[in-house]
């Protein structure tokens, strides 16, 4: 048995194939902890007076992350911590971690906000995938562009400074990757770590765990003993990023650091791709007033093809 490469005391019981340390569970937590406050500092993600929003939707990265946040911001008695939690409307799925969730932020004090899509855009996703009935847009498609708005709607409601999320390594190389792959090589430029805020009704986000690959959040999940919901969405079988993760983690096999490395790459061409992107004035959507590039938002396109609106 070998022993930790930092504290030389315990057993390690994790290698990390990438850097050569080997760590003991506590090792391993504390490294989570630090990579997480030394991105948020790199980046300069928040001010000691913020009020942050944490999206918590019951799965390992976001419960990972609030339960790191508590331990980071807890220190500073001028932030204030409060949690999101958007139920998409997944039967079977969603009501089961929005538990969990809202466990959480009891254990940690926290007060907690709860929005649904049924409430926000008249129906659940269940019932959107029902009636779009499977054509052109997947359901991940609808999720995503639809969660983002509520999130944005319920951050901006509660005056928050910043609104942080659980995207993890993997999450941001995957959504490189599909960027590439839909033939929108220039939205990479949108996938960072901090997405300031360009109008007044958009609230800046943040991805503290960027840096930390998805493997090394489910250990940590399960060294500190959070509780999370395990089963997969019933509809991320049917999404691309499937695909490319079972890819990206087929090439990390034998190529150790090959996320990392995609990761430094969008770091290093994102400031050539902008200045490729025209300056675009953001303006605010015909119908539902909310801010976009275009007329009409991609929301209101989404429900206008639903025949929602
Ligand atoms: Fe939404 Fe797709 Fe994630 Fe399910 S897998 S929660 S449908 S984005
Ligand atoms: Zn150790
Ligand atoms: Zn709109």
């Known amino acids: 048995m070998t022993k930790c490469t930092h504290c030389r ?6 290698e990390r194939s990438y850097s050569g340390e080997r760590l003991c569970s506590d090792c391993f937590c504390r490294s989570i902890q630090d990579k997480t406050r030394a991105t948020i500092n790199h980046y300069g993600m928040f001010n000691h ?10 799965g390992k990265d976001s419960i990972s992350l609030l339960n790191i946040l508590a331990g980071i911001e807890g220190k500073f008695p001028d932030t204030e911590l409060i949690v999101l939690t958007v139920d998409e409307g997944i039967e079977g799925y969603r009501d089961e971690a929005a538990r969990i969730a809202t466990n959480a932020t009891r254990q940690l004090g926290l007060q907690q906000i709860l929005i649904s899509f049924k409430e926000l855009y008249g129906y659940d996703l269940d019932q959107i995938v029902k009636m779009h009935g499977g054509r052109s847009i997947t359901p991940c498609s609808f999720c995503g562009v639809l969660r983002r708005r509520a999130l944005n709607i319920a951050a901006r409601e509660e005056r928050a400074d910043v ?3 659980g995207h993890n390594l993997d999450d941001e190389t995957q959504t490189m990757m599909m960027n590439l792959l839909h033939g929108n090589a ?5 996938v960072r770590p901090v997405l300031r805020s360009t109008h007044p009704k958009l609230v800046t986000r943040v991805k503290p765990m960027c840096r930390v690959p998805e493997r090394e959040i489910s250990l940590y999940a399960y060294f500190q003993g959070i509780e999370f ?3 997969s969405c019933p509809y991320s079988g049917s999404a691309l990023r499937n695909d490319i993760r079972f890819l990206l983690d087929g090439i990390e096999r034998n190529h150790k650091s090959v996320k990392f490395t995609l990761f430094k790459s969008m770091e290093r061409i994102r400031p050539a791709l902008e200045a490729l992107i025209e300056e675009r ?9 909310e801010p976009t590039f275009g007329e009409i938002c991609n ?3 989404l429900l206008k093809e639903l025949s929602i609106l």
Do not use: H, M, P, Y
Not at 9 to 14: E, H, K, P, S, T
Not at 186 to 190: E, M, T, V
């Open 9 to 14: 005391l315990n057993l390690a019981v994790f």
């Open 49 to 58: 007076n913020d009020k942050i929003l944490v999206a918590v939707s019951g």
């Open 163 to 165: 609104l942080a999320t």
């Open 186 to 190: 220039l939205r990479i430029a949108d």
């Open 229 to 231: 919901q395990g089963i």
């Open 281 to 289: 004035e953001i303006g605010e959507c015909r119908l539902c007033q």
């Open 299 to 301: 929301t209101c396109q």
